[in-house]
């Protein structure tokens, strides 16, 4: 068998397609003469009615030569076999029929009667005879192409019509072997369906060890996308590939989810007017100057760098330790039409590194720096805390050192609500950074020091959103770290309008103060109706306890270290007008200077030293303003 085999592989490679359609003409020229004669054995009821088939002699060959001519008049012989096994039948029927005409007005000639049921039995015995010979030929020379290959045996997830088209269709291929169907209706399993059994998925293991199933193709595209993941996942746990037949909608390009998703902007869901609109730019301050903004690839630093180059600043110093995130940014600015009034300068560096602060903010004359720069992830700043302490605290006092030696007009921190009562590292830090700027404040007051304070950036890296949507993307969970867990919000346009704005603010009874700016965010966000917006937004369902049967479950994973059920904007209760109503400006009571740098002196020691812990406990205890901390961390600075 396989030195058959083998001699009908080679055969197969050897034809052209000429060849080809000639063997299939050939074929049909042969089946008329043949159909013909099976028809004269039923129509006289005789295996061999010689009589009768000496008087019709002739009627075989003008049937050949008929035949052959209608087969290249309907272009048979271009049509490919696979294609028999699915809709190819169609093409032959009018041959059958062409060809049963031409044989009735054969026999209608003198001396070549044959009765009509006879004709009509000829008719159906070639249409019968062309599609077996074809089917057959078919099934010969795919076991010639599987000649030395390696079957891969494939299940089909779905027995409805698209389950059964793909399975029409993946019987002619070369490699493929479907072995059955799963559907999760219980009333199609042990049925069969295209001469394949239908199975429980529930025995998929069962099936997948006993059947050495490789493969299973989902063919299920009425199902919502969630939940074909979570099949797809469940499968690839056992080891299988698992591939999706697409719906029409994915075809057509209109049907995928991450765009459904991104459709939705990010302020649809503040549940708040958004103020971006409202606000003023300040740009009165920044026209004509030289601004350095650090961090100015992340987040809320691109969006700065964006509209700053609406206000004409004379330069703008884009400062970042990311060698990517600077060619992003700087390659976006230089794209924006109204930046050609103003000096485009990326300057690559740290703001721990005070020779590159400070050659950047003397070489480049820069009066206005907006710091932006920081480590702003929970999760990986609690894991890392003395680089998040070095780069959010140190990395603020080397720029604003480098800021007042310079004789630097105004300087202002972005900050974040996190730093209120910080439970965690990077709050504390941040609220450490704010100490910092304070001090500078009350020392310095040649430059004009402001904070601002942000709640939670809507589609900034890490923020809820983009998490959330990647999750849903995948077909869930989403994870929630808490129920009742709520954040205040705003929009990346927001964040850098308050921040420009803020920066135009001056108060000449406050020089020797570093004014702390909030925004009026109204009532924080519950994250749980969040997650649920999103996922109904995206033309999902919530799947829950009420509705098990739905798309998408919200997963609650417990609060992650150092994390807040509930942000706080304001430290004291303090709040006094700006010249905008929605911004505030919060009344807060800050350290001693002696104190801040006595901290500082204590922190750096411990961070030479690698002791996280100790530098942890440093910083939250400063940030909470622990009564007895300052003291004795003057008792430590003078004892080393």
């Not at 300068?345 to 820069?366: F, K, M, N, W, Y």
């Not at 800021?403 to 630097?408: F, I, L």
């Not at 519950?526 to 009420?546: F, K, M, P, S």
């Amino acid at each position: 068998m396989n030195a058959l085999r083998k001699t009908l592989f080679r055969v197969s490679q050897s034809l052209t397609r000429q060849h080809k359609q000639l063997a299939i003409w050939l074929l049909d020229v042969s089946l008329a003469p043949a159909s013909f004669l099976l028809a004269c054995m039923f129509t006289y009821n005789s295996p061999w009615p010689s009589e009768q088939l000496s008087r019709l002699g002739i009627v075989f060959a003008m049937l050949a030569v008929f035949g052959g001519f209608a087969s290249v008049a309907l272009g048979l012989m271009r049509i490919k076999l696979k294609s028999y096994q699915t809709f190819g039948t169609a093409g032959l029927f009018p041959y059958a029929a062409l060809v049963g005409a031409g044989a009735f007005f054969f026999t209608t000639l003198p001396g070549l009667h044959f009765p009509v049921v006879g004709t009509l039995a000829f008719t159906m015995i070639l249409f019968l005879a062309s599609i077996g010979a074809r089917v057959l030929l078919l099934q010969i020379y795919l076991a010639a192409l599987r000649y030395n290959k390696v079957p891969v045996r494939v299940l089909i997830y779905g027995a409805g019509t698209t389950g059964l088209r793909l399975a029409s269709a993946l019987k002619a291929h070369e490699t493929i072997r479907v072995v059955a169907f799963l559907d999760d209706d219980p009333h199609l399993h042990s049925q069969r369906m295209a001469g394949l059994r239908i199975l429980s998925p529930d025995r998929i293991e069962d099936i997948v060890r006993n059947h050495e199933i490789s493969r299973v193709i989902l063919a299920i595209p009425s199902v919502s996308a969630p939940r074909q993941m979570r099949i797809g996942r469940q499968l690839q746990s056992l080891g299988l590939e698992v591939q999706v037949v697409p719906s029409f909608e994915q075809l057509a390009g209109t049907g995928t989810m991450a765009d459904v998703l991104q459709s939705v902007p990010a302020g649809h869901f503040l549940n708040r007017d958004r103020l971006d609109v409202s606000l003023p730019d300040g740009s009165e301050t920044y026209q004509g100057r030289s601004v350095m903004v650090s961090g100015a690839g992340g987040s809320v630093g691109s969006e700065l760098c964006r509209q700053l180059v609406a206000c004409a600043p004379r330069r703008l110093v884009l400062f970042e330790i990311s060698e990517i995130a600077l060619y992003t940014i700087e390659r976006e600015l230089r794209a924006m039409p109204c930046t050609r009034l103003t000096e485009m300068v990326p300057v690559l560096g740290s703001v721990t590194d005070a020779r590159s602060v400070r050659q950047a903010i003397l070489e480049h004359e820069v009066e206005v720096v907006l710091h932006a720069a920081a480590y702003k992830h929970v999760p990986l700043v609690e894991g890392n805390p003395i680089s998040g302490l070095t780069n959010n605290v140190f990395g603020t006092r080397t720029l604003a050192d480098a800021c007042v030696e310079a004789g630097v007009k105004r300087f202002l921190l972005v900050s974040t609500d996190k730093a209120v009562r910080p439970t965690n590292v990077m709050g504390a830090s941040k609220r450490m950074a704010e100490l910092v700027i304070q001090d500078m404040a009350h020392r310095h007051t040649g430059t004009q020091f402001s904070i601002v304070r942000f709640g939670n950036v809507l589609g900034s890296s890490g923020s809820v959103i983009p998490l959330f949507r990647e999750q849903i993307a995948r077909g869930g969970p989403v994870t929630l770290t808490h129920e009742d867990v709520t954040r205040y919000f705003m929009t990346l346009s927001e964040a850098a309008r308050l921040v420009l704005l803020a920066g135009s603010f001056s108060d000449a009874s406050s020089i020797d103060r570093a004014n702390v700016f909030v925004l009026d965010m109204g009532r924080p966000v519950r994250i749980r109706d969040l997650a649920q917006q999103l996922i109904e937004a995206a033309g999902y369902t919530l799947r829950d306890r009420n509705n098990p049967g739905g798309d998408i479950e919200i997963k609650v994973i417990g609060l992650r270290p150092g994390e807040k059920l509930h942000e706080e904007l304001l430290i004291g209760d303090g709040l006094l007008k700006t010249p905008h109503p929605r911004i505030l400006r919060a009344s807060e009571e800050d350290t001693g200077g002696c104190e801040i740098a006595v901290v500082l002196q204590h922190l750096g020691r411990i961070a030479a030293t690698g002791d996280a812990e100790a530098a942890r406990r440093l910083a939250l205890d400063v940030a909470l303003g622990v009564p007895d901390v300052l003291p004795l961390a003057a008792i430590a600075v003078r004892s080393s």
